[in-house]
C-alpha cells in the first residue's frame, strides 16, 4: 500500500513507555489514519484492549507496508492465563472482527486484530485463518492470502473449497490465471482431496472472462467429469 501526496500529517504525542514520550507523526492512507515514529515504525491509529499502540509495519519514506512478519508491539504486553472456555470466547470476539474488517475491506485493522489474537497468546481458529485469507483477497493482495494459508497449514488446519474458493478468487481477479490452475490442482491433490464445487467453477470462469483465456476455460470444462460437479447457467452464461 502507498501513500499519496494529499496524505494530511499532524503531530500527537503518546506515552510509549512509563517514563518516556514517543512524538508521532500522523498521515491518511487509503482513507484510514495512521501514526509514524522517528524510527520509522508504522502503527494504527487505534489503540488495542490494552489502550497500547500496534505497530503495522516500517516506513520508507514511499509507503508503509503492513505485514505479518514486520509488526512489532511497541511495548512488552501483559498476557492474560486463559481459561479453556474464555479463550475460545475471546478468539470467536476477535475472529467476529476480522470478519467485519475483511467485508469492510479494511486489511489493516483486520491485521491489527490477528495480531492482537497472537500477542495474547491465544491459538488462531479454522475461522480466524478464513477470515483473514479473505480480508487479504478482498484487499487486492494475493501475496498476503498466500502467506496466511501458509500460516493456516502450518498451523494443521484443513482448509475446505470454501478457503480454496477464496484464494482462488484473488489469483482470478488479479488474472494468473497459471496460478489459479495450479491452486485447483493442489485442491485435488490434497489430502485428503478438496472437491472443487459450482462456485469454484464460477469463479474460475469469470477470472478466464477477465483475462479473456478461452483455453484455461476449456480446460476446467473438461475437468468436470473429474471434480464431479455439473456447469450450472452462470458457468454457460
Wanted: proline share 4%; hydrophobic share 40%.
Amino acid at each position: 500500500c502507498r501513500c499519496d501526496d494529499s496524505m494530511v500529517k499532524r503531530k500527537a504525542d503518546v506515552t510509549a513507555t512509563e517514563d518516556a514520550e514517543v512524538e508521532l507523526t500522523g498521515f491518511v492512507q487509503d482513507g484510514e489514519l495512521l501514526l509514524r515514529d522517528p524510527s520509522g515504525i508504522v502503527y494504527s491509529s487505534e489503540r488495542d484492549h490494552l489502550d497500547q499502540l500496534v505497530a503495522l509495519g516500517t516506513w520508507d519514506s514511499v509507503a508503509a507496508v503492513a505485514r505479518l512478519e514486520r509488526t512489532v508491539p511497541l511495548r512488552p504486553q501483559s498476557v492474560q492465563k486463559w481459561e479453556p472456555a474464555a479463550a475460545k470466547a475471546r478468539v470467536e470476539e476477535l475472529t467476529r472482527e476480522i470478519a467485519g474488517y475483511a467485508r469492510m475491506k479494511q486489511l489493516q485493522r483486520s491485521v491489527v486484530t490477528f495480531e492482537q489474537l497472537l500477542a495474547e497468546e491465544l491459538q488462531p481458529s479454522y475461522y480466524t485463518y478464513s477470515n483473514m485469507i479473505n480480508a487479504y483477497v478482498n484487499s487486492g493482495d494475493v501475496a498476503g492470502s498466500q502467506c496466511m494459508f501458509r500460516m493456516m497449514l502450518d498451523a494443521g488446519c484443513k482448509p475446505n473449497v470454501v478457503v480454496y474458493t477464496t484464494l482462488l478468487k484473488g489469483l482470478c481477479a488479479a488474472g494468473e490465471l497459471p496460478a489459479a490452475i495450479t491452486q485447483l490442482q493442489a485442491m485435488a491433490a490434497a489430502v485428503p482431496p478438496v472437491n472443487a464445487d459450482v462456485r469454484t467453477l464460477n469463479t474460475f470462469l469469470r477470472g478466464c472472462v477477465r483475462t479473456g483465456d478461452l483455453c484455461a476455460a476449456r480446460w476446467a470444462f473438461q475437468m468436470l467429469p473429474r471434480w464431479g460437479i455439473r456447469a450450472d447457467h452462470t458457468a454457460h452464461a
